[in-house]
């Protein structure tokens, strides 16, 4: 299955708070696990990625813990600030070019 | 610095007339991609060029075609528009050089099928 699962749909954090953003996946070939970031009207960033050998990544405020016997992993934005509100997506890699994403999370940060 | 630049930002079209979308880039990467992403959804891959060689998702239809005359440009045809195709087109670039696997999008172009 080429396909990834992302929850929750939406998600409000107030200032200062974790955000929590989790993804599923079945296809044990994937091999490489970014996140991207999408404000209004922009394309999406790359944020933080990770690979299967790894259990946990972390950049400044966010971080992604990675569990490959369930075959999930997550991203943390800790400290969330107003600055971070925007769509979050989580994807997987398949193949050598070819990136499968989420269904995305649109995150507020309420000040 | 624009890295990858996509126009127009915004193109309306009416159905079934012929449309191209255009994207540039200043990166200088050998592999650029057309993703398709509609309101509230993923961003969906339509297809992808290796250099010069193209490689098409088995789910899109045939009304999208794409051309890259060099490295710098790719464009998405899109043939017949229908009000299906109303959409974020979104391109992006990768240089698949060792490790390097960060894609790096524009900034889309919105279409509008009247």
């Known amino acids: 299955q080429q396909q990834v699962k992302q929850s929750p749909q939406s998600l409000i954090v107030q200032k200062g708070g974790i955000s929590i953003i989790n993804c599923a996946y079945e296809?044990?070939?994937?091999?490489?696990f970014p996140w991207y970031q999408q404000f209004p009207g922009k394309g999406p960033a790359l944020l933080i990625a990770i690979r299967p050998d790894v259990s946990e990544k972390k950049e400044g405020r966010f971080t992604i813990s990675f569990n490959k016997s369930a075959k999930q992993f997550s991203l943390h934005i800790m400290d969330s600030q107003p600055g971070d509100s925007a769509t979050y997506f989580c994807?997987?890699?398949?193949?050598?070019?070819?990136?499968?994403f989420g269904q995305g999370t649109r995150l507020t940060i309420n000040p | 610095d624009a890295m990858v630049i996509q126009n127009p930002r915004y193109q309306v079209t009416q159905f079934g007339k012929p449309v191209t979308l255009s994207c540039s880039q200043t990166?200088?990467?050998?592999?650029m991609y057309w993703y398709q992403q509609k309101s509230s959804q993923a961003p969906k891959l339509l297809f992808h060029?290796?250099?010069?060689?193209?490689?098409n998702e088995a789910d899109t239809p045939d009304n999208f075609q794409s051309r890259r005359p060099n490295t710098s440009f790719c464009f998405l045809d899109i043939r017949s528009p229908g009000l299906g195709d109303a959409a974020m087109y979104l391109c992006?670039?990768?240089?698949?050089?060792?490790?390097?696997?960060?894609?790096?999008f524009g900034s889309g172009t919105q279409l509008s099928v009247l």
């Open positions: 296809n044990t070939a994937f091999d490489y």
């Open positions: 994807a997987a890699r398949w193949g050598a070019q070819k990136l499968v």
């Open positions: 992006a670039t990768s240089s698949q050089q060792g490790t390097n696997e960060k894609l790096f």
């Open positions: 060029y290796y250099d010069k060689d193209f490689n």
């Open positions: 990166l200088n990467h050998n592999v």
